[in-house]
């Protein structure tokens, strides 16, 4: 009985194919969202802004 429950759970472990292809879309819309928010024009100022205040400070 142990051993045919061991059976069943291990066939269903992992990822099949189909999951690891939506998990790369997920990861690519996820990653063009972030670029599209980080390259918008206030939050590339602010970056920039960031950047400089960085740069400018006397340590």
């Known amino acids: 009985m142990a ?3 061991r059976g069943l759970w291990r066939r269903d472990t992992g990822m099949v194919t189909s ?3 939506m998990g790369i879309v997920a990861a690519v819309g996820f990653a063009l969202l972030l670029y599209e928010v ?3 024009g206030q939050v590339k100022a602010e970056l920039q802004s960031i950047v400089k205040r960085a740069l400018s ?3």
């Open 57 to 59: 400070a006397r340590m």
């Open 19 to 21: 999951e690891y292809a």
């Open 38 to 40: 980080v390259t918008s």
């Open 3 to 5: 051993a045919r429950l």
